[in-house]
């Protein structure tokens, strides 16, 4: 018997989260994370995504979306089959990386949307990565809103190849 679909809705504000299989790490450096932030943001584009808030953690990353079209599972799909890729390749691994479906809640109130971006905001503080949110740079709190920093020349060339 096949998994239940998800249920989607338009314009519909999600917090994702998806984590590494057992205890193994989802980005093990800032190439990692880089390249996963690249992606996220060709699957922003790709999949009408609005952004509000991500992070990525040790083993596991969040986000807060809203959805234009009705894309959240093709998106998902796409986003961890194309990071696994990527990073089985680049570490000489093999297998699966992340650890079964994606969590997804939709989120109805605002009181709701409030706790997710704090929760999104507090997670690098609680798993002790920083001790500010400020602090984690591989997040749009700490990135300032932004989705990604800008590497050197070098790099940024080697992700473009990368996700070409």
């Given at each position: 018997?096949?998994?239940?679909?998800?249920?989607?809705?338009?314009?519909?504000?999600?917090?994702?989260?998806?984590?590494a299989t057992?205890?193994?790490?989802?980005?093990?450096?800032?190439?990692?994370?880089?390249f996963?932030e690249?992606?996220?943001?060709?699957?922003?584009?790709?999949?009408?995504?609005?952004l509000h808030?991500?992070?990525q953690?040790?083993?596991?990353?969040?986000?807060?979306?809203?959805?234009?079209?009705?894309?959240?599972?093709?998106?998902?799909?796409?986003?961890?089959?194309?990071?696994?890729?990527g990073?089985?390749?680049r570490?000489g691994?093999?297998?699966?990386?992340v650890?079964?479906?994606?969590?997804?809640?939709?989120?109805?109130?605002?009181?709701?949307?409030?706790?997710?971006?704090t929760y999104?905001?507090?997670?690098?503080v609680g798993?002790?990565?920083?001790?500010?949110?400020?602090?984690?740079?591989w997040?749009?709190?700490?990135g300032?809103?932004?989705?990604?920093?800008?590497?050197d020349?070098f790099l940024?060339?080697?992700?473009?190849?990368?996700?070409?």
């Open positions: 018997m096949g998994r239940e679909q998800r249920h989607e809705v338009l314009n519909g504000i999600y917090h994702l989260t998806q984590h057992g205890d193994e790490p989802l980005f093990l450096d800032p190439f990692d994370r880089f996963f690249g992606l996220l943001g060709r699957t922003l584009t790709r999949f009408r995504w609005e808030a991500y992070c953690v040790g083993n596991h990353y969040h986000l807060l979306i809203v959805l234009r079209e009705l894309t959240l599972a093709l998106g998902m799909q796409s986003l961890n089959c194309r990071y696994v890729q990073f089985n390749q570490h691994r093999r297998g699966t990386l650890r079964g479906r994606y969590t997804s809640t939709l989120v109805e109130t605002e009181s709701h949307y409030l706790e997710c971006l999104i905001a507090m997670d690098p798993a002790g990565l920083c001790r500010r949110p400020e602090d984690w740079e997040s749009s709190y700490g300032r809103g932004t989705l990604a920093r800008k590497p020349r940024r060339d080697f992700i473009d190849i990368c996700l070409a």
